[in-house]
């Protein structure tokens, strides 16, 4: 079955503790990307990745890391989580082009105390 | 500064009447626009789509209307059923600098479609 798969799904932490959310997706795509959902604020994407050790800053990139060592794989880095990080977080993936639509994981809900 | 924009928070319809989801955008160099749905404890999943050189794209009970001279794009769902109950995001993609390219959401329209 094609999908994205993140790990874990709830998150739990204290200020300052480093985390990573990891994400993978089996549909070979070579576009992946993070966004986090706050209330009234919609999806707003953290970083994105166009191919294999390409990576760059999305809207909402301070506090957090990324990296793309292979295709299939995407996680995300909290090196120093504060509070102001407690969100919904999505990762997804697509196919390299304008037009095909995003697929989704689960999410990740962490909760920065 | 919210390039796209839904104002509705909520909408409320009756189960086989007509659900109309509204999008606003201001980016006149968006080419595509989409749809997702968004049920509770799952990530958004793809509804439906349209080029910027269309102005109408029909899937099944799911019709997408996009008015470039207004900047306005709108969703409809007829005949509405309870499964239709969700979040519904509006998101926007265009190319960006160096061979990028990006997609921007909306901040969300909630649906309730009444029984």
């Known amino acids: 079955e094609a999908q994205v798969t993140q790990n874990p799904r709830y998150l739990i932490t204290v200020t300052g503790k480093k985390l990573t959310v990891t994400c993978s997706q089996n549909?070979?795509?070579?576009?992946m990307s993070w966004y986090r959902q706050d209330p009234g604020l919609g999806l707003r994407q953290i970083y994105y990745s166009m191919n294999v050790e390409v990576t760059d800053k999305g809207d909402v990139p301070e506090g957090y890391k990324v990296s793309r060592k292979e295709k299939r794989n995407f996680p995300l880095i909290l090196e120093s989580p504060s509070p102001n990080q407690t969100s919904l977080y999505f990762c997804?993936?697509?196919?390299?082009?304008?037009?095909?639509?995003?697929?989704f994981g689960n999410g990740t809900r962490l909760t920065v105390t | 500064d919210q390039q796209v924009k839904q104002n509705s928070p909520s909408l409320s319809v009756q189960e086989g009447r007509i659900s109309i989801l509204n999008c606003d955008y201001t980016?006149?160099?968006?080419?595509?626009f989409l749809w997702y749905k968004k049920y509770p404890a799952e990530g958004p999943t793809f509804l439906i789509s349209i080029s910027s050189i269309k102005d109408k794209n029909e899937d099944g009970r799911f019709t997408v209307f996009l008015n470039k001279s207004a900047k306005h794009l709108s969703l409809h769902i007829v005949p509405s059923q309870p499964g239709d109950s969700a979040v519904y995001f509006c998101a926007a993609s265009a190319w960006g600098g160096s061979g990028t390219y990006k997609y921007i959401f909306g901040t969300g329209t909630r649906l309730k479609v009444l029984a």
């Open positions: 549909m070979n795509h070579e576009y």
């Open positions: 980016n006149s160099m968006f080419d595509y």
């Open positions: 997804a993936s697509t196919q390299d082009s304008l037009n095909s639509p995003l697929h």
